[in-house]
């Protein structure tokens, strides 16, 4: 019988393997395979066979499930989808920089119930079931709680085409006088284990897509966070906001006069 713990485990399973594959197989300097949005938005062929290595330990196990991946797209129309991000944080991969991870989200009927992200260079593997909590290496997570804003060390992340750097710019200089200080770790999935696990009291990016934050997302509210986009918006590429309850509404009130969502 399938259930949201049975997800998690095969998740867990397939991040580690895909962690340890792109240990072992990382040259000293990855090579750019492609470029997405921009020259900066960079593809590697580890991302590739991450995803690739992936996409056929899922189909093994379960050959019906559909998957969604940043790389091969979306395949297969069954009611569990699996959301893979095969390397969050490419540009660190490159770059020997220690931020970046396998995620991967398993999707029911809609719902992400299960979520693990495995921060690789870092050896920690962040994992949550819908309803069970958030955990690393046998710890439940908290977030943190009762920061005010002014308090509050924060997350963030920035686009690769210069319109929206030039408006995350903007909205960063209005941001970093009211809180402690901000940080950007470069990768979405870590950031908002970051959240979960109170490395950072909160993160807010624009651009983000699912596969970015579907397993982080859930890994962050689990241990207690809130997550979600500008005026009642799911979370979501135009905006995801995650930090505790209280937090979370000083942040999005002061984000939404900025109007963060714009590019240019």
Same mark, same amino acid.
């Given at each position: 019988?399938?259930?949201?713990?049975?997800?998690?485990?095969?998740? *867990?399973?397939?991040?580690?393997?895909?962690?340890?594959?792109?240990?072992?197989?990382?040259?000293?300097?990855?090579?750019?395979?492609?470029?997405?949005?921009?020259?900066? &938005?960079?593809?590697?062929?580890?991302?590739?066979?991450?995803?690739?290595?992936?996409?056929?330990?899922?189909?093994?196990?379960?050959?019906?499930?559909?998957?969604?991946?940043?790389?091969?797209?979306?395949?297969?129309?069954?009611?569990?989808? /699996?959301?893979?991000? %095969?390397? &969050?944080?490419?540009? +660190?991969?490159?770059?020997? =920089?220690?931020? /970046?991870?396998?995620?991967?989200?398993?999707? $029911?009927?809609?719902?992400?119930?299960?979520?693990?992200?495995? $921060? #690789?260079?870092?050896?920690?593997?962040?994992?949550?079931?819908?309803?069970?909590?958030?955990?690393?290496?046998?710890?439940?997570?908290?977030? +943190?709680?009762?920061?005010?804003? &002014?308090?509050?060390? @924060?997350?963030?992340?920035?686009?690769?085409?210069?319109?929206?750097?030039?408006?995350?710019?903007? $909205?960063?200089?209005?941001?970093? %006088?009211? #809180?402690? &200080?901000?940080?950007?770790?470069?990768? !979405?999935?870590?950031? =908002?284990?970051?959240?979960? !696990?109170?490395?950072?009291?909160?993160?807010? *990016?624009?651009?983000?897509?699912? /596969?970015?934050?579907?397993?982080?997302?859930? @890994?962050?509210?689990?241990?207690?966070?809130?997550?979600?986009? =500008?005026?009642?918006?799911?979370?979501? %590429?135009?905006?995801?906001?995650?930090?505790?309850?209280?937090?979370? *509404?000083?942040?999005?009130? =002061?984000?939404?006069?900025?109007?963060?969502?714009?590019?240019?």
């Amino acid at each position: 019988m399938e259930t949201s713990v049975t997800f998690a485990r095969l998740a *867990e399973e397939i991040a580690r393997e895909a962690g340890e594959m792109l240990l072992a197989k990382r040259p000293a300097r990855p090579e750019v395979l492609a470029t997405k949005s921009s020259p900066t &938005d960079v593809v590697t062929a580890l991302d590739k066979a991450s995803e690739e290595l992936i996409r056929r330990r899922i189909r093994a196990v379960r050959p019906g499930d559909a998957i969604l991946g940043e790389e091969g797209g979306s395949t297969g129309d069954g009611r569990v989808r /699996w959301i893979v991000d %095969p390397i &969050d944080g490419t540009v +660190n991969f490159l770059y020997g =920089l220690p931020e /970046w991870a396998v995620s991967i989200g398993v999707e $029911v009927d809609g719902e992400i119930v299960a979520g693990v992200v495995n $921060v #690789v260079p870092r050896g920690e593997v962040f994992t949550a079931v819908k309803g069970g909590g958030a955990w690393l290496a046998g710890e439940r997570l908290r977030c +943190n709680t009762g920061v005010p804003l &002014d308090r509050a060390l @924060i997350a963030t992340g920035f686009g690769y085409e210069t319109g929206r750097r030039k408006v995350q710019a903007e $909205v960063l200089a209005h941001v970093l %006088p009211r #809180v402690r &200080d901000i940080r950007r770790g470069g990768s !979405a999935a870590s950031d =908002l284990c970051s959240v979960a !696990a109170g490395r950072v009291d909160g993160f807010y *990016e624009r651009g983000p897509q699912y /596969w970015d934050y579907a397993a982080g997302g859930l @890994i962050a509210a689990e241990a207690g966070a809130r997550i979600g986009g =500008l005026n009642g918006k799911p979370y979501n %590429p135009g905006l995801t906001l995650c930090a505790a309850p209280e937090l979370f *509404e000083e942040l999005h009130d =002061l984000l939404a006069p900025l109007d963060p969502e714009r590019d240019a």
